[in-house]
C-alpha cells in the first residue's frame, strides 16, 4: 500500500510560481509511474502531467507545455511539479496518483490533493 502526501499549493498571482511536492509513504514509489491531475471548480478532474518510473519520460497537458515541469526523487520517494508562469486558469486542486504500470489509464493510488488558486 502506498500513502501520497501533496503539499505546496497556495496562493499566488498570475505570473508567479509554485512548487507542489508529493510524498509517498508505504513503500518505494521508484517502480512506480507518477502523475499529476487538477481538478477545477465545477469541471472534471484533469491529466496535468507524468513521469516514468526512472524519470526518463515525461508527459505534458497541452494547457501546461512549457512552463510545468515534473520531476521525481526516488531516494527521497518524492514527486515534483515546479509551475511557472501560472495563470488563473491553473486554479484547481492538484492531485497526486501512482500506477504500477506504465502507460496506465488507471491508477492505483491517490493522493488527498493540494490547493492551487492563482488570482488575476
Known amino acids: 500500500q502506498v500513502q501520497l502526501v501533496e503539499s505546496g499549493g497556495g496562493l499566488v498571482q498570475a505570473g508567479g510560481s509554485l512548487r507542489l511536492s508529493c510524498a509517498a509513504s508505504g513503500r518505494t514509489v521508484s517502480t512506480l509511474a507518477m502523475y499529476w491531475f487538477r481538478q477545477a471548480p465545477g469541471k472534471e478532474r484533469e491529466f496535468v502531467a507524468s513521469?516514468?518510473?526512472?524519470?526518463?519520460?515525461?508527459y505534458y497537458a497541452d494547457s501546461v507545455k512549457g512552463r510545468f515541469a515534473i520531476s521525481r526523487d526516488n531516494a527521497k520517494n518524492t514527486v515534483f511539479l515546479q509551475m511557472n508562469s501560472l495563470k488563473p486558469e491553473d486554479t484547481g486542486v492538484y492531485y497526486c496518483?501512482?500506477?504500477?504500470?506504465?502507460?496506465?489509464?488507471?491508477?492505483?493510488?491517490w493522493g488527498q490533493g493540494t490547493q492551487v488558486t492563482v488570482s488575476s
Open positions: 496518483a501512482a500506477a504500477i504500470n506504465w502507460p496506465s489509464a488507471t491508477y492505483d493510488y
Open positions: 513521469i516514468r518510473w526512472n524519470g526518463g519520460i515525461t
